[in-house]
């Protein structure tokens, strides 16, 4: 499953899956800025325009304009209520008998295991309800008298409920039945059930079409001036309990065999092959032995586009169909480069991918029917932008690398979520870049994976990647960046200290030894080290267990010291958790794989020496201008040197391979950041590669520009904010021509439009710059003349247009929302609403929200609230809505989706004072009665603007200093 808030201005598969990819500028001027009537805005557009012309700022007319595509006039995007039909706040949720503690263990009893399940079930758009009809076979391990099994929000006809045992057709008697806490349900029999003889279960029930986006939901959309339905599902991680009564654990694995009712004039889709269908019912095949969570099925009149492979199929609304191509083309490419990576055929006989108008998390894996929000898998190519296309070829190729790693093989608990996760999200990067070699996207790993669980994981309020759960509130909150992006870097660790040969034969004997069952990551473990001993990857006495078990089951991750002692000959290396907020007594320690070179030496990225568990070690070292370690930090850590090696670094710095750049610019601002190292290192190795970089190298840059953001979001409100700019657009002057000016830049290719998207957001960040003011022309352009943006650009042009701009940019772009067809523009404009300067047109889109009658789909709520989080002058604003809405909120978004969890994790970026903390904690404590899903995102975000005001206290002198000290380096 992929659905993680990014927060990386490139978009990254993880992010992607949350959809939450285009980032946001940081609007830095006062509020009631300027509005430029139409008159003089025309003037200083031909200005502009002269101007332009003048200076060689030719970028945006390389692409000619394209008149505006037939414009879609429909009347908006219905929503739920403007039907009759009922809307979020009519809705009653069928059973309603517990609210459980956080703590509460609501594991199922292992008395019973289900082998089979027969599911009838069918939706009625109608009354929006679904009846349903399941039998469950049970095979009794331990004699009980109890069948205790999962259910939400849905409605047991008790009278209905019999227990047979296989042999017998007559029932056994029910003492008593009912809900109990815990999304349970519990029958008491007269007597017992028999070890090792086979029950069935069956009932009827009736549950609701719900629109929260979890269980059997319902989903709409415009078509022909009229509003369509269709029925989904979205089951993971515990939600298969409110489509149908089920043993909703992911251990217990059984056969599905689903009958699957519709209109007659609709069609629906379930895991496996159609055997028959009726006038209102369709028959599918039986599944292999699969987790409850991974059962999915559709009714709806989506269109199917066929790929190269007739066994996939991808499907989508009639009038979007043609968008399905490029998942159509990538998909089949991608799954059978799993197949020979895995050695193991594709255990199904078909996938379908199907994009769904409502969907909560980007993409779901379900085993044979993966589903999709439709910016995560549409490709629209008359508006080709290379972000969309990243997020798709990501997103689906971490999608079909479940299909082994999750789905074949399943972890027992969710305690081990990372094991699938991590994995799928490590493998989405070898799949993309299968696809599509020339990205060369293995290289941005670094910073869209490793950089971004730093982050996170050098919080003290970080958490182990296999954390222990109970209770579906809890499983769901593990379903955060950690165990995505932390869980890859460990399997990218071990991938590296392994070896390519001993870590894929491992995989593949797990996957094998494992496959229609569950494994934990001991299993994973045991299977690496087996292969590892045999292929002496790994010295005897050393175990994949004892290395991994330091990175999985303990939080953070260390800083590796290292000092020279030049005269033995000697390089000391110690290690230390690093944490933002130093001053720390954490002696945790970490099986550390070190590789090391040094100038003359290879890049070579398997570890020679270890740090094993230990706080130190002591090994040779030639005497050489500068050494380096953690090469292409392959290795989950971060790295300080002495003093005279960073200089030496930064002098060499150009002749260092691309990642190393990135790595040294990332951990050295890390570190500046937790006070273990000067600002002027991390300063210095910045300006000097911004003066050098002739062919500006994207993923160095890329992290720079993100490091250089924490420093701009902090410095955002204090008198220094004008030296930092000043410093900034002096360094990458030269960047900034260059793009404008290299008709590279404006052509198709991949690295080159990522790079030109990248600078533009920089350079157009500052209000009233070039930049600014050209994007500001572009879009009234585009308002007066029709004429188009290229979409590359277009997430830079409408926030910066929208922020210069008054109402009128921001009407047209609110109305575009509503009348794009491309579901891609959709986000690029959400994010853009934020951007305004007016506040009460950000109080507007706020309250979108909180209305029933919005115009803005549920799925897409907590990508508006960061929008306006992300607008430093709105920050408040968007603090007091959350406040105000709190209770409202939780009722509208619920648990699903951690909707509200994003919603709080994107307050505190500009939050840096004592009075914002005191704020912040006082309103956790208000709302400590109603958290739902938050407590986690509460604790993270109190912490990271606690980390924001200690950094102010110890670093805003310092870095004011160097400002004034390097004044004249860099002053334009
Ligand atoms: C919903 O409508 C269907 C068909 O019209 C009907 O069979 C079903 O009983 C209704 N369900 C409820 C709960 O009213
Ligand atoms: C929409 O209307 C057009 C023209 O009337 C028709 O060709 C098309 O099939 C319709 N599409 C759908 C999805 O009903
Ligand atoms: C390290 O990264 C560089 C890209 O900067 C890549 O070319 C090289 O192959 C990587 N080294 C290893 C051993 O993977
Ligand atoms: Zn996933």
Redesign the pocket.
Known sequence: MVGRTEYSSVPTAVDLENNTNQKKYTVNREPGGLVIPKSLCALMAIGALLLAILVGLLVFFFVVPRCSQASDTRPSDLRVGDDGLPSISDEISLTKIDSPSLELDERLPRSLEPTHYRIQVRPFFSNLTFDGTVTITMHVKEQTDQIIFNVKDIEIDKQSVKVRSVKSNTPLGISRQDYVPGERYKIVLDSSLDKNIMYTLELTYVGHLNNHLQGFYRSQYDENNSVKYLASTQFSPTDARRAFPCFDEPSFKANFSLIVGRPSNMSSLANMPLIKSDSDWDYYETTPKMSPYLVAFVVSNLQAYGSSDKLIKVWTRETLRIQARYAAEFAPKVLHYFENYFNIAFPLPKIDIVAIPDFGYNAMENWGLITFRESSLLYNTDEPDVDTKRTIATILSHELGHQWFGNLVTPKWWNDLWLKEGFATYLQYLGADFAEPSW?I??EFIFSETARAFALDALQSSRPISYEVKNSRQIRQTFDELSYAKGASVVRMMN?FLGEDAFKTGLINYLRKYEYSNGDRDDLFGALTEVAHRKGALEPSVTVKDVMDSWTKQPGFPVITAIRDPANKKLILSQKRFLFTDNHNDSSTWWVPVSVTTNGGN????PTVWLKNEPMVTINLNTSLWYLIN??Q?GYYIVNYDEANWRSLTRHLMSL????RAQLISDSMDLARANLLDYDIPLKLVQHMALRDKFIMF?PTNVAFKKLEFLSDMLSATPAFGLFESFVSTIFRDTYRTVNSDLDYGSENYLHQKIRKMVLKWACRKTDSECAITSHRMFRDWMEYARTIPPNIRDVVYCTAIRQGSEAEWRFAFNRYLNTSSVSEKNVLLDALGCTTQKWLLSRYLDNLVRNHSSIRIQDADRVFKSVCDNNIASTLAFDFLRTNWDKLISFYGEGFNIISKMVKSLPRFMNTEYQLSELVRFRNQVRHNLGTASQAFDSAIERVRGNVAWMKKNYHNVEKWLIDNKEHFHA
């Open positions: 060369n293995k290289e590296n890049f070579e990225t398997q090469i292409n392959t391979p691309t990642i190393i993923v």
